[in-house]
């Protein structure tokens, strides 16, 4: 009778340890690629080097960058009809997809791509960026291309807000 008991008891303590482990947590998760998009305006400056001297920078351009959910932990970043007046007419500029990542501050993010760029061709591209929790995004992109036979960089600096 108490092997019986006995037996019974720890079938009832083995039955509460498993019942007490289940993980009762019933938080929310986050799309934090839909929560970043939407449309950001603010002003960019912009580089370009020949053969690492710089020819032209413009700065506080008015701009407005476009950012839509890719994927899981994805955006796709747009920014369109880009050009610097005549002389340097590039059309839309996409990114996609772009890893994203959340940070203490927001969502960083980042792409490395090749991009075929209007009037230039296939050019080596690197972003990184962060939107903060207050709908703040920041961006540098680094744009590498060759010319005429002349390599290029085309530096990209970004600051702007969820409009």
Same mark, same amino acid.
């Given at each position: 009778?108490?092997?019986?008991?006995?037996?019974?008891?720890?079938?009832?303590?083995?039955?509460?340890?498993?019942?007490?482990?289940?993980?009762?947590?019933?938080?929310?998760?986050?799309?934090?690629?839909?929560?970043?998009?939407?449309?950001?305006?603010?002003?960019?400056?912009?580089?370009?080097?020949?053969?690492?001297?710089?020819?032209?920078?413009?700065?506080?351009?008015?701009?407005?960058?476009?950012?839509?959910?890719?994927?899981?932990?994805?955006?796709?970043?747009?920014? +369109?009809?880009?050009?610097?007046?005549?002389?340097?007419?590039?059309?839309?500029?996409?990114?996609?997809?772009?890893?994203?990542?959340?940070?203490?501050?927001?969502?960083?993010?980042?792409?490395?791509?090749?991009?075929?760029?209007?009037?230039?061709?296939?050019?080596?591209?690197?972003?990184?960026?962060?939107?903060?929790? +207050?709908?703040?995004?920041?961006?540098?992109?680094?744009?590498?291309?060759?010319?005429?036979?002349?390599?290029?960089?085309?530096?990209?600096?970004?600051?702007?807000?969820?409009?």
């Amino acid at each position: 009778m108490k092997k019986k008991l006995f037996s019974l008891c720890m079938f009832a303590c083995v039955l509460v340890a498993f019942t007490a482990c289940k993980d009762d947590k019933n938080e929310p998760t986050t799309d934090i690629a839909a929560e970043a998009a939407g449309t950001y305006a603010g002003k960019m400056d912009v580089n370009v080097s020949v053969a690492g001297q710089n020819i032209m920078s413009v700065f506080d351009l008015p701009q407005q960058v476009y950012v839509s959910k890719s994927g899981t932990n994805a955006l796709k970043l747009e920014i +369109r009809n880009f050009s610097l007046g005549e002389a340097l007419n590039i059309g839309t500029i996409t990114l996609d997809p772009c890893a994203m990542s959340e940070s203490g501050n927001g969502y960083d993010f980042t792409a490395n791509q090749t991009l075929t760029l209007q009037g230039i061709g296939d050019c080596p591209t690197n972003l990184t960026g962060n939107i903060d929790k +207050r709908g703040n995004i920041y961006l540098d992109i680094n744009v590498t291309a060759t010319v005429g036979g002349m390599p290029q960089s085309i530096t990209v600096e970004f600051g702007g807000s969820k409009s």
